[in-house]
């Protein structure tokens, strides 16, 4: 079974540009997280959609947006890129019971520069 | 504010001995903590899970401790092998939202 993937795996952008980042779960899963992740730090956490709900949302600025589709995979934008946007992209998918102590798993990333 | 911390950002562990990680965490709520291992340009991959009302979970190698009272967690992988050289992240997650550590990054030495 195919894990989770995303597209593409590295992209450079400059200031004040936009970015739209794309997700598709794992087969089964209906569950999407997306998760910035910056040198030296462990991953933290934008959203979570579920059922094209968004069912959770981090510390992050209203630059970030997102997106699922009925499809279940997902795109995260975000607006105005800041030179602090630079990072890995992560998505996670679960299959999302409600009641939490569900695992999430991940994909390979997307790296993002902004010059 | 950090709700989960790995105090310690590298360890060094001969192969065939036991490596210990460790992590805690600040918020009672929690009531699922996960270890993730990530290699260099790949995503975090899910080793194993422990239910808040549970204080041990063995998955071959690999076993996990929770310390309630302690708000402490850890990660033993025995016998350590050159192949579990990587970065390792505690998770603990209130409902959907996970919280993750800083990471330890595992060397093992052959």
């Known amino acids: 079974d195919a894990g989770v993937t995303q597209s593409p795996t590295h992209l450079i952008k ?3 540009q936009h970015v739209t980042l794309r997700c598709s779960p794992i087969s089964g ?3 999407v997280s997306w998760y910035q992740q910056v040198l030296g730090q462990g991953p933290q956490f934008i959203f979570q959609y579920y059922e094209k709900e968004e069912r959770g949302r ?3 600025p209203d630059r970030f947006s997102a ?3 009925p499809n279940y995979s997902s795109e995260l934008n975000v607006n ?3 030179l602090g946007d630079s990072a890995l992209y992560l998505c996670a998918s679960s299959q999302y019971q409600g009641g939490g102590r569900e695992t999430q798993y991940f994909g390979p990333g997307t790296r993002l520069l902004v010059l | 504010d950090q709700q989960v911390k790995q105090n310690s950002p590298s360890l060094s562990v001969q192969e065939g001995r036991i490596s210990i990680l460790n992590c805690d965490y600040t918020n009672s709520m929690f009531d699922y903590f996960l270890w993730y291992k990530k290699y260099p340009a790949e995503g975090p991959t899910f080793l194993i899970s422990i239910s808040s009302i549970k204080d041990k979970n ?22 350590s092998q050159p192949g579990d050289s ?25």
């Open chain 1, 58 to 60: 981090g510390n992050f």
């Open chain 1, 67 to 69: 997106r699922q589709f």
């Open chain 2, 86 to 110: 990587a970065v390792y992240f505690c998770a603990a997650s209130e409902g959907s939202q996970f919280y993750f550590g800083t990471g330890t990054s595992l060397t093992v030495i052959p």
């Open chain 2, 58 to 79: 063995e998955d071959g190698r690999f076993t996990v401790f929770l310390n309630k009272s302690a708000k402490h967690l850890s990660l033993h992988i025995v016998p």
């Open chain 1, 29 to 31: 899963h209906k569950s």
């Open chain 1, 80 to 82: 105005a890129l800041l």
């Open chain 1, 14 to 16: 400059t200031r004040g």
